[in-house]
């Protein structure tokens, strides 16, 4: 179990003027929310803005440099559009900032950065541990463009073994640890949680249910006939013996595996011996899920209690990195990483960048391996520590039981890339199949494919979905309502055609009406960009409409308004003969409709992304759907809030009622003035 530390991390960056932490779906700290305000309060020196507008690049760093103290601190560079361009830290920021004006010796990527820097901005700490804090906070937020960028950031899932009631429960928990209870983790995927929380029931016979679900059981639940549950929802067991097997569970998450076993063990020979062979299955049963853990845990090394595990990997202008997390000396898991970094930087500059910002806010361990020596290690092992509020260290293991498991990580790591690059391999040919097969002037690097969804016309929504290099980029998805008023229900068209006017229209005001000029931008950009999800083109190089000629032409009846039509390739995919997949028919502007062969992998990948599209659109269509059938008919009346509705749902049971009430009685509920109980009074009997 991890221990929960102090929460200095507020303290720590009011002290250094810090920024946030990103408020990740269940990042450990709770100052998340606090910490956002206060990046917004930091007290930047603004120099920049007020040097002449005709200073750009190596000028306008020089001038900056003058004016520089000789303190720690950091620095932001900003580009012409007011992008951040780079968040670095240093000891000294007048020297760090002035080496930027050196005629020579930058790399290309520095080079560019330098050319293109239009402002900057700084702030001071008392230390460069404070320095150091404050970066990898700022480019988690920010992601500047030339960092270093830790990508898929989500938060580890722990296991919760409630203490908020008599009967604890165990279950899964992402997120703030806001619920009392003895928190063991991280894992490294929710499934690894899964796996581990159904051989604990076996194991343990704990409870997963909610509480409203335990207080309202009248009898057992299946759970407690297959024997992965104690029931004492119903009594089926007293709550000091459901205690000790919430004690027993605790203690196996805490690393005392083997003295559970040895007790299971000496109960269930005890048991054989007094011919009780009923209870000595239940205890033999119990061992075997234990046993079960454990086989799916992997290594787990003598002597290595706390520790994350990392490797790094490079090749092919890309980086993997391998983090193993262990846990009361048992492995619970591994993840691997693919940072975006440009690909002249060696991998100690890579691990310690990434380092600072995976533990920006994660809780680290006591002991952190590493392959080899990271750029600033002794710094940030202290800014560790002082976040930690307990020592923190960092080590490059040389032989013995750490260096094997450094090298088993750089195996995953090597293994990892090699599979990311295959399957990047294989997107590269299928994107330039599509270009060829439409006739594009090259591999389409934003696919955009739509599809609508709704039932009778009712719940209507439009889905967007987005694929790139890297395959289905997930945090590019759209849903759009659908609540044009001259719309038919179950008008496919109209929904389509608003569907295209709000994307357009947004596009064109966030981005401008000339896609070329963004492709002519991403051709200087580093290579690694064109590997990231983070880094997608905002306009689509191709779009695809789940439809056929009708389709196709509302589209382009809305692209032609826009004044965008010449400049946005689109394709409608329209359903083959008898509807079977493989015999699509693809609708384009340029010639007849035309079928691809049955076994092109082209037309396999088409169909990929049409059924993702089809995919997300029921479901976003199906999570409309139930939130409105569990719509409080309250909710339509302008001024009623949470705790009004509250209020009338106690005084008169359910809003029916509400709306059978006469205005007197409307009125004596509390909360409820006379001005808002004839509002109440006259929206029901109005509609009625």
Same mark, same amino acid.
């Given at each position: 179990?991890?221990?929960?530390?102090?929460?200095?991390?507020?303290?720590?960056?009011?002290?250094?003027?810090?920024?946030?932490?990103?408020?990740?779906?269940?990042?450990?700290?709770?100052?998340?929310?606090?910490?956002?305000?206060?990046?917004?309060?930091?007290?930047?020196?603004?120099?920049?803005?007020?040097?002449?507008?005709?200073?750009?690049?190596?000028?306008?760093?020089?001038?900056?440099?003058?004016?520089?103290?000789?303190?720690?601190?950091?620095?932001?560079?900003?580009?012409?559009?007011?992008?951040?361009?780079?968040?670095?830290?240093?000891?000294?920021?007048?020297?760090?900032?002035?080496?930027?004006?050196?005629?020579?010796?930058?790399?290309?990527?520095?080079?560019?950065?330098?050319?293109?820097?239009?402002?900057?901005?700084?702030?001071?700490?008392?230390?460069?541990?404070?320095?150091?804090?404050?970066?990898?906070?700022?480019?988690?937020?920010?992601?500047?463009?030339?960092?270093?960028?830790?990508?898929?950031?989500?938060?580890?899932?722990?296991?919760? %073994?409630?203490?908020?009631?008599?009967?604890?429960?165990?279950?899964?928990?992402?997120?703030?640890?806001?619920?009392?209870?003895?928190?063991?983790?991280?894992?490294?995927?929710?499934?690894?949680?899964?796996?581990?929380?159904?051989?604990?029931?076996?194991?343990?016979?704990?409870?997963?249910?909610?509480?409203?679900?335990?207080?309202?059981?009248?009898?057992?639940?299946?759970?407690?006939?297959?024997?992965?549950?104690?029931?004492?929802?119903?009594?089926?067991?007293?709550?000091?013996?459901?205690?000790?097997?919430?004690?027993?569970?605790?203690?196996?998450?805490?690393?005392?595996?083997?003295?559970?076993?040895?007790?299971?063990?000496?109960?269930?020979?005890?048991?054989?011996?007094?011919?009780?062979?009923?209870?000595?299955?239940?205890?033999?049963?119990?061992?075997?899920?234990?046993?079960?853990?454990?086989?799916?845990?992997?290594?787990?090394?003598?002597?290595?209690?706390?520790?994350?595990?990392?490797?790094?990997?490079?090749?092919?202008?890309?980086?993997?990195?391998?983090?193993?997390?262990?846990?009361?000396?048992?492995?619970?898991?591994?993840?691997?990483?693919?940072?975006?970094?440009?690909?002249?930087?060696?991998?100690?500059?890579?691990?310690?960048?990434?380092?600072?910002?995976?533990?920006?806010?994660?809780?680290?361990?006591?002991?952190?391996?590493?392959?080899?020596? %990271?750029?600033?290690?002794?710094?940030?092992?202290?800014?560790?520590?002082?976040?930690?509020?307990?020592?923190?260290?960092?080590? %490059?293991?040389?032989?013995?039981?750490?260096?094997?498991? %450094?090298?088993?990580?750089?195996?995953?790591?090597?293994?990892?890339?090699?599979?990311?690059?295959?399957?990047?391999?294989?997107?590269?040919?299928?994107?330039?199949?599509?270009?060829?097969?439409?006739?594009?002037?090259?591999?389409?690097?934003?696919?955009?494919?739509?599809?609508?969804?709704?039932?009778?016309?009712?719940?209507?929504?439009?889905?967007?979905?987005?694929?790139?290099?890297?395959?289905?980029?997930?945090?590019?998805?759209?849903?759009?309502?659908?609540?044009?008023?001259?719309?038919?229900?179950?008008?496919?068209?109209?929904?389509?055609?608003?569907?295209?006017?709000?994307?357009?229209?947004?596009?064109?005001?966030?981005?401008?009406?000339?896609?070329?000029?963004?492709?002519?931008?991403?051709?200087?950009?580093?290579?690694?960009?064109?590997?990231?999800?983070?880094?997608?083109?905002?306009?689509?190089?191709?779009?695809?409409?789940?439809?056929?000629?009708?389709?196709?032409?509302?589209?382009?009846?809305?692209?032609?308004?826009?004044?965008?039509?010449?400049?946005?390739?689109?394709?409608?995919?329209?359903?083959?003969?008898?509807?079977?997949?493989?015999?699509?028919?693809?609708?384009?502007?340029?010639?007849?409709?035309?079928?691809?062969?049955?076994?092109?992998?082209?037309?396999?990948?088409?169909?990929?992304?049409?059924?993702?599209?089809?995919?997300?659109?029921?479901?976003?269509?199906?999570?409309?759907?139930?939130?409105?059938?569990?719509?409080?008919?309250?909710?339509?009346?302008?001024?009623?809030?949470?705790?009004?509705?509250?209020?009338?749902?106690?005084?008169?049971?359910?809003?029916?009622?509400?709306?059978?009430?006469?205005?007197?009685?409307?009125?004596?509920?509390?909360?409820?003035?006379?001005?808002?109980?004839?509002?109440?009074?006259?929206?029901?009997?109005?509609?009625?």
């Amino acid at each position: 179990m991890i221990d929960e530390p102090e929460e200095t991390d507020d303290d720590l960056i009011e002290e250094a003027e810090a920024g946030p932490q990103d408020d990740d779906e269940g990042a450990p700290g709770d100052g998340a929310a606090a910490s956002a305000a206060l990046l917004a309060s930091i007290d930047w020196d603004d120099a920049g803005r007020q040097l002449a507008a005709d200073l750009v690049g190596a000028d306008l760093i020089a001038a900056l440099a003058k004016r520089l103290p000789n303190q720690p601190g950091v620095y932001r560079m900003f580009g012409k559009d007011g992008d951040v361009l780079y968040v670095g830290k240093a000891s000294s920021l007048k020297k760090r900032v002035a080496s930027y004006t050196r005629l020579g010796g930058h790399t290309q990527r520095i080079a560019r950065m330098i050319r293109e820097t239009r402002q900057m901005e700084f702030v001071t700490t008392r230390t460069e541990t404070e320095a150091l804090l404050l970066e990898a906070n700022l480019i988690k937020r920010l992601r500047p463009r030339y960092n270093v960028l830790l990508r898929d950031d989500k938060s580890f899932p722990y296991i919760l %073994v409630s203490e908020d009631h008599e009967a604890p429960a165990i279950m899964k928990h992402r997120g703030a640890r806001s619920r009392k209870g003895s928190y063991f983790g991280p894992f490294a995927s929710a499934g690894a949680v899964g796996r581990t929380i159904n051989s604990l029931q076996r194991a343990f016979l704990l409870r997963t249910c909610t509480d409203s679900v335990y207080e309202s059981r009248t009898r057992p639940c299946l759970l407690h006939q297959i024997k992965r549950c104690a029931a004492p929802c119903t009594g089926e067991i007293s709550i000091a013996d459901y205690g000790a097997l919430v004690g027993e569970a605790k203690a196996f998450l805490s690393g005392r595996s083997n003295q559970i076993k040895s007790g299971m063990s000496a109960a269930m020979q005890e048991a054989s011996d007094d011919l009780d062979f009923e209870r000595a299955a239940i205890y033999r049963d119990r061992l075997a899920a234990l046993s079960h853990v454990q086989s799916h845990q992997g290594i787990n090394p003598a002597g290595i209690e706390e520790a994350d595990v990392f490797a790094i990997h490079q090749e092919g202008g890309m980086t993997c990195i391998q983090v193993f997390f262990f846990r009361t000396g048992q492995n619970w898991g591994n993840r691997a990483y693919f940072p975006k970094a440009d690909s002249s930087l060696e991998p100690g500059e890579v691990l310690g960048a990434f380092l600072a910002q995976f533990y920006d806010d994660k809780p680290a361990p006591r002991l952190i391996l590493l392959p080899l020596v %990271v750029d600033d290690g002794p710094l940030l092992a202290e800014a560790l520590s002082l976040k930690a509020v307990h020592r923190v260290q960092i080590g %490059v293991p040389a032989r013995g039981l750490k260096r094997d498991l %450094v090298d088993h990580a750089t195996a995953n790591a090597r293994e990892a890339l090699g599979r990311r690059l295959a399957e990047t391999s294989s997107q590269a040919r299928l994107l330039a199949g599509v270009a060829e097969t439409f006739g594009l002037a090259r591999a389409p690097r934003r696919i955009e494919v739509y599809d609508n969804s709704h039932i009778m016309g009712t719940a209507a929504v439009g889905a967007m979905i987005v694929a790139g290099p890297q395959g289905f980029a997930k945090n590019h998805y759209r849903k759009f309502n659908i609540r044009g008023d001259d719309i038919t229900p179950g008008d496919d068209f109209g929904m389509m055609k608003e569907v295209m006017r709000r994307r357009f229209s947004r596009l064109i005001k966030e981005h401008g009406g000339e896609p070329e000029s963004v492709a002519a931008e991403e051709d200087e950009a580093d290579p690694q960009d064109a590997l990231s999800d983070a880094t997608l083109p905002a306009w689509p190089d191709l779009v695809l409409i789940d439809g056929g000629k009708g389709q196709i032409s509302a589209v382009r009846e809305i692209l032609a308004d826009l004044g965008i039509a010449e400049r946005v390739t689109t394709i409608g995919v329209a359903k083959g003969v008898d509807r079977d997949a493989g015999r699509e028919r693809f609708v384009t502007g340029t010639r007849e409709p035309f079928s691809l062969p049955p076994r092109d992998p082209v037309l396999y990948f088409l169909q990929r992304l049409r059924d993702e599209a089809h995919r997300f659109a029921i479901g976003t269509h199906r999570a409309r759907r139930k939130k409105e059938l569990v719509k409080n008919p309250l909710d339509e009346i302008g001024g009623i809030g949470p705790s009004r509705k509250r209020a009338l749902l106690h005084h008169f049971g359910t809003a029916k009622a509400v709306s059978r009430a006469a205005l007197t009685d409307l009125r004596e509920v509390e909360g409820i003035s006379a001005a808002m109980a004839k509002l109440i009074y006259d929206h029901f009997h109005e509609r009625g």
